[in-house]
């Protein structure tokens, strides 16, 4: 199953590549996602990324599930000022993190933490811009501890919100379930404006109101 | 050919529709959409010029080519301040937009001007969001004409960038080629920071830089 057409997406991906950013930590970054399988949000939703925070201004970005930094590569160079909050579960990946936004010239934009996502995100208030991307499982249950976190007119941004396109399947898995309720309550439950865009797997952006 | 895999386009339709907005008027210019098979840009793409809108706060937006008015409402109604500037080259579209804004209290909010909407965009300085949805051979001409009538950090929002998918056929006709040049200088010149969100038809974000 596929979430875009895969001529569109190659279409979108060759523009995509061609946009001149700051390429060598961001190409090392990348490869090292290809050797290890690691599941990164990649160049068509970091540039996605990007141009939400250049266009939210935020104090305050913290996201629930860093991996090695990746996205938060993204939301670091699209900041004036603020910093981003990076939380994994894993000390490695955090480490790895460090060491690439070090490189990149970033530190002063970022705060690292090792732990589990929902304990450590609760301790940061008028979030505004809160990043879903942790155990899928989760993700119902993010929203909901976190919505009161996030700033008057924060915004959320979660990944893989299509799960590969599984949340169209009429059998669905706990993790798809937990996608599924997430959108819909984005949707439904009147304290959101949500759209989903189509990109990679999928990427929901909801606007508090 | 399609962009976005049918079952996933239905489910992302589904939850946009479950949203509450004010509905009457809103589906008054769907159904009127459907009678007279207008190119409106849609609900799902209506949501998404909403949460821009939103995000980017802008005293000015300006729309080349309005129709009847249906994008422009979504500017309208994000708006806290500020106003939409309305082009359409034909008089009869105008008039229907203006009645529909009066019925949904906007009209305060927006500014109506038929003619070439090229030579009538031009007059707007400072423009902090340019929508394009005109003649589609005009996009290519349309962002040269205009970008220096950006305001410094302004957003370009253009319409059917994937044109049904014809964007990936190798041989293309001269509107396909106008949108083609219009996408690759979007991505390409150095003076924007662009993605394409592929919902319906396509719709490209050009952050100036």
Redesign the interface.
Known sequence: ?????P??E???QN??E???FDNDILLQMEDYAKQINFPIVGR?VG??L???T???KPKLVVEMGSGYGYSAYWFAKALDDGKVVLIDFQQKNIDMAKQYFEKAGLLDKAEFRVGDALEIAKEYKNIDILFLDLEKIKYFEAIKVMEENLSK?G?VIADNV?WY?N??LEETDRKTKAIKDF??YM??S?KF???????RD?VL?G?RI
Chains 1, 2 share one sequence.
């Open positions: 199953m596929f979430i875009v057409s001529d569109i190659r279409y979108i523009l995509t061609s946009m001149s068509q540039v996605l990007y141009i939400f250049k266009l939210k007119d915004l299509l396109g949340v169209v959108n819909e949707f439904r009147g404006v949500s759209q989903i865009v189509p990109l999928g952006i606007l």
